[in-house]
């Protein structure tokens, strides 16, 4: 039963356009939510993060929205920049007062940027 | 570079092997996540550690174990390895441990079974 899940495997996106990459879940429970970006051979980096209170985080071309009624989070960038092309993975947590449980993770999107 | 190691960068083993897996946090960390990616899943957690003591588990085998030392580096343990056991294994670290502040990962070691 996948908790978080990004439906799109795969995005391409003009150099100077929006990126707009989308991550749902199911359990009402995570209150924390992140952004991470991967390239080949790398480890994943942490982009931006977001709490359950607010609804929108921004962190230079980068925002992230958050829906919590329809249980959706978007990552926007703006403008998109070569070095954009990379693996972005959404995560979601939270506390359950014994430790935390670790991130649950989407299984990715792959950004490419056209020149 | 995040400041978290992990060594070896790849393993290539056989079936039925046991492997073990070193990671040591960024300095200050106190706290150790390890993780597996394997080809049609995302990155599932397995294990946290927090200054030497287990706090959280995930999806983690009953053949897989790790532990953190002293020193706070940390070891995940594969034994009677299994071909679906070939993955990613990547460690995280961070201060808090709450998972509500971002982790730091390490660049992953690649377990190849035969």
């Known amino acids: 039963d996948q908790q978080v899940k990004q439906n799109s495997p795969s995005l391409s996106v003009q150099e100077g356009r929006i990126s707009i990459l989308n991550c749902d879940y199911t359990?009402?429970?995570?209150?924390?939510f992140l952004w991470y970006k991967k390239y080949p051979a790398e480890g994943p980096t942490f982009l931006i993060s977001?709490?359950?209170?607010?609804d929108k985080n921004e962190d230079g071309r980068f925002t992230v929205f958050l829906n919590k009624s329809a249980k959706h989070l978007s990552l926007h960038i703006v403008p998109s920049q070569p070095g954009d092309s990379a693996v972005y993975f959404c995560?979601?947590?939270?506390?359950?007062?014994?430790?935390?449980?670790?991130?649950?993770f989407g299984k990715g999107t792959h950004l490419i940027i056209q020149p | 570079d995040s400041g978290v190691t992990q060594t070896p960068k790849h393993l290539i083993t056989a079936t039925g092997q046991r492997v073990t897996l070193r990671c040591s946090p960024r300095s200050g960390d106190l706290s150790v996540y390890w993780y597996q990616q394997s080809l049609d899943q995302g990155l599932q957690f397995l294990i946290q550690?927090?200054?030497?003591?287990?706090?959280a588990k995930g999806n983690i085998l009953e053949r897989f174990s790790a532990q953190q030392f002293p020193d706070l580096h940390s070891e995940l343990n594969l034994s009677s390895l299994e071909l679906g056991d070939s993955a990613l294994y990547f460690c995280?670290?961070?201060?808090?441990?709450?998972?509500?502040?971002?982790?730091?990962f390490g660049p992953g070691t690649r377990l190849t079974v035969l």
């Open positions: 359990n009402s429970m995570f209150d924390y």
């Open positions: 995280a670290s961070d201060q808090r441990g709450d998972t509500y502040n971002e982790q730091f």
């Open positions: 550690y927090y200054n030497g003591e287990e706090r």
């Open positions: 995560a979601a947590s939270f506390y359950s007062g014994g430790g935390a449980d670790g991130l649950t």
């Open positions: 977001i709490s359950s209170i607010k």
